[in-house]
């Protein structure tokens, strides 16, 4: 297979991380034409620059990082814990690129796996259904996958309908913490019984926890998402 290419979260502050290291690079240069005399004000003054420049350098590699190799195994350690079968239904709610969809497609020989999204650029470099489609094809795993087009808050399946359903880095997007639950009650009401949630954030994860227990789901596995920039919470809940 191909390697695969889920793209880069957070595309517009990747880029204005780098804009901003560039003009701070170039400042840091200018500096360097003042008088090589070591006044404390031009010392500090390049000091500060340095800082600045670093500030935002390493969040951009970090953010490289995270999700072209520590999301993808944060990804492999997740399906491996759920110990699956080969057989089950999965939904991936926010699915990008395809990162879990294709995921759990390749451990998935007699399953099936749905990816939903509304396919908003912000969220992940070119994100978009052929950019999915791509890696799919890719992947050769077409005949175990289906995509459609949905709001996380809104889903057209019955209840019940999926063993395990995934969201990883795609809830905390909904800023108001109603329509936040409205997308929990839906993951919520198409998990089968004693089929599992799965949710992968870096915020929110203990308004999730509370949701979630407090609706007849148990806590099953709690870790960090390590080398996940932001740092990540994994959550594993099993609906009784």
């Known amino acids: 297979m191909r390697k695969l290419n889920f793209g880069l979260d957070a595309p517009n502050i990747f880029r204005n991380l780098l804009i901003t290291s560039g003009i701070l690079a170039t400042l840091l240069i200018l500096s360097m034409a003042l008088p090589p005399k070591p006044v404390p004000e031009i010392v500090i003054l390049r000091l500060c ?5 670093f ?3 390493i969040p951009s590699l970090l953010m490289i990082a995270s999700s072209k190799y520590f999301k993808i195994k944060n990804r492999d350690k ?9 057989s089950e239904t999965v939904l991936d709610v926010g699915c990008g690129r395809g990162l879990y969809t294709i995921g759990f497609a390749m451990v998935l020989p007699n399953g099936k796996v ?3 999204d509304i396919w908003n650029p912000e969220d992940i470099s070119s994100n978009s259904e052929n950019g999915i489609l791509r890696n ?6 077409e005949n175990r996958i289906r995509l459609k087009t949905e709001d996380m808050r809104r889903l057209s399946f019955e209840n019940g309908s999926f063993d395990v359903v995934v969201a990883s880095f795609s809830i905390h997007n909904i800023n108001n913490a109603e329509e936040r639950k409205k997308a929990l009650s839906e993951i919520a009401r198409v998990t089968k019984n004693a089929g599992r949630a ?5 915020q929110k994860t203990g308004e999730y926890k509370e949701y979630y227990l407090s609706n007849g789901f148990k806590l099953e596995h709690r870790s960090t998402a390590f080398g996940v920039f932001p740092t990540a919470t994994n959550l594993i809940f099993r609906k009784s």
């Open 198 to 202: 799965v949710i992968v954030d870096f």
């Open 49 to 53: 620059l340095t800082l600045l420049l």
């Open 136 to 141: 799919i094809r890719q992947s050769g795993l």
């Open 78 to 86: 997740l399906i491996r814990q759920l110990a699956l079968t080969g």
């Open 55 to 57: 500030s935002c350098l």
């Open 114 to 116: 749905c990816g939903i």
